[in-house]
């Protein structure tokens, strides 16, 4: 797992500096799901905030998804 934690975050990272900021995170996130790694709310926080510009539908839905597989 660790290593797959490594990739999301090489793959987040290369589209970043890319400037696919949202892209970066909308990924990171959807990897987190589908691989159900748990975080804590704090960054599904940051998370929110993050999107707070111009959340589109997606991004809110990603957020709903992510508070509720958040860990404890």
């Known amino acids: 797992m660790l290593i797959q934690l490594k990739n999301f ?42 999107f707070s510009d111009n959340p589109t539908d997606y991004d809110n839905r990603l957020i709903f998804e992510m508070k509720q597989f958040k860990l404890n």
């Open 9 to 50: 975050f090489l793959d987040a990272a290369e589209l970043a500096m890319y400037g696919e900021k949202r892209v970066a995170l909308e990924n990171f996130l959807e990897n987190l799901l589908e691989n159900e790694i748990h975080i804590s709310s704090e960054l599904i926080d940051l998370a929110e905030e993050a």
